[in-house]
């Protein structure tokens, strides 16, 4: 099975709007963590936010967001006020496990593209 | 944030030779760096962790005499691919994982490999 799915292949976004891109997990271990990174045309990754298994809350940082569903194991990113620089490729990861042993499992990721 | 170069950014060899290809966690020291690949359009697949002062752990179907790594110290890891061929062009990216107590990992710009 697959650890992270991403099903939104790409996604269209009107400039100054929200948009939320999906990210479903598949886990036993209780403690996980779960990362959004974008990464524009240059290649690099860029870390967005971050949500821990045990975190009540869900994570807020800028304009992003991360809309924390734990009993349907999904992790949407929430993107407010979209600008033209969000166009780019995003990234859900889950890093499981602990210490030395734990690794890190991304999506297929979804291209965003932000309409002016 | 913390910070992770890779050099050289982009490489062009021919088919039959080794390229190696450095990743350094600038300012802290990293116990444990990883090697992704990606092909275009896709996702990140991890091929090998790797520890400072012990050999790389590999992922499943990944060829441990191609892909050398090499952490000889805490802010350096190498991945030399030998006897490159035309299908090992892909973007090739390191990380570092930080100290933080989420795990996050750093990642560096990434390797644009081509093999001719």
């Known amino acids: 099975a697959q650890k992270i799915t991403q099903t939104q292949p790409g996604m269209f976004v009107q400039e100054k709007e929200a948009v939320t891109l999906d990210c479903t997990y598949d886990?036993?271990?209780?403690?996980?963590?779960l990362f959004w990174y974008k990464q524009p045309s240059s290649g690099e990754m860029i870390f967005l936010i971050y949500?821990?298994?045990?975190?009540?809350q869900n994570a807020t940082e800028g304009r992003y967001s991360l809309n924390f569903q734990k009993a349907r194991k999904s992790a949407n990113l929430v993107i407010s006020a979209s600008q033209l620089g969000d166009s780019a490729m995003y990234f859900c990861?889950?890093?499981?496990?602990?210490?030395?042993?734990?690794?890190?499992?991304f999506g297929s990721g979804t291209k965003l593209n932000v309409k002016p | 944030g913390a910070v992770v170069s890779q050099h050289p950014s982009r490489v062009i060899c021919k088919s039959g030779t080794s390229v190696k290809i450095e990743c350094r966690s600038l300012?802290?020291?990293?116990?444990?760096m990883f090697w992704y690949r990606q092909f275009p359009k896709q996702s990140l697949m991890l091929m090998a962790t790797?520890?400072?002062?012990?050999?790389?752990?590999?992922e499943q179907g990944v060829e441990k005499d191609k892909f050398l790594i090499n952490h000889a110290s805490l802010t350096l890891s190498t991945l030399t691919v030998t006897s490159a061929h035309p299908e090992d062009s892909s973007f090739y990216i390191c990380?570092?994982?930080?100290?933080?107590?989420?795990?996050?990992?750093?990642f560096g710009p990434g390797t644009r490999l081509t093999v001719t």
């Open positions: 990380s570092a994982r930080g100290d933080r107590a989420n795990y996050e990992q750093y």
């Open positions: 886990t036993s271990d209780p403690s996980y963590g």
């Open positions: 949500q821990g298994s045990y975190d009540q």
């Open positions: 990861a889950m890093r499981e496990g602990r210490g030395n042993f734990n690794k890190f499992y």
């Open positions: 300012d802290f020291q990293a116990t444990t």
């Open positions: 790797s520890n400072e002062g012990s050999k790389a752990t590999y």
